[in-house]
Nanobody, 114 residues
Framework: QVQLVESGGGLVQAGGSLRLSCAAS????????MAWYRQAPGKQREFVAR???????NYADSVTRRFAISKNNAKNTVYLQMASLKPEDTGTYYC????????WGQGTQVTVSS
């Protein structure tokens, strides 16, 4: 059974930082592309960042130079370090694992107050 469990969300003031974690089980973690998406109220889910099996990373323009994705293969965990947070970063953040299909976590809420 595949499980992706996000944690680390919360309420933070603008300019603050948070680190999200996503612990994966039931998948060959090293062979999966891992990514973070987010969904703001009333909006569609959007891509935030991804990290490949080889460790290469990509970011949405809106978060480049503020967010950093990383992973620990030994812990089957992917992270999203978020800095200089803005109110528009508010939303539910989802972890995704893709190899032959995509699995999603349940999400963790991030709220950035102005």
């Amino acid at each position: 059974q595949v499980q992706l469990v996000e944690s680390g969300g919360g309420l933070v003031q603008a300019g603050g930082s948070l680190r999200l974690s996503c612990a994966a089980s039931g998948i060959d973690f090293r062979s999966n592309l891992m990514a973070w998406y987010r969904q703001a109220p009333g909006k569609q889910r959007e891509f935030v960042a991804r990290i490949s099996t080889t460790g290469s990373t990509n970011y949405a323009d809106s978060v480049t130079r503020r967010f950093a994705i990383s992973k620990n293969n030994a812990k089957n965990t992917v992270y999203l370090q978020m800095a200089s947070l803005k109110p528009e970063d508010t939303g539910t953040y989802y972890c995704a694992a893709t190899r032959f299909q995509t699995y999603w976590g349940q999400g963790t809420q991030v709220t950035v107050s102005s």
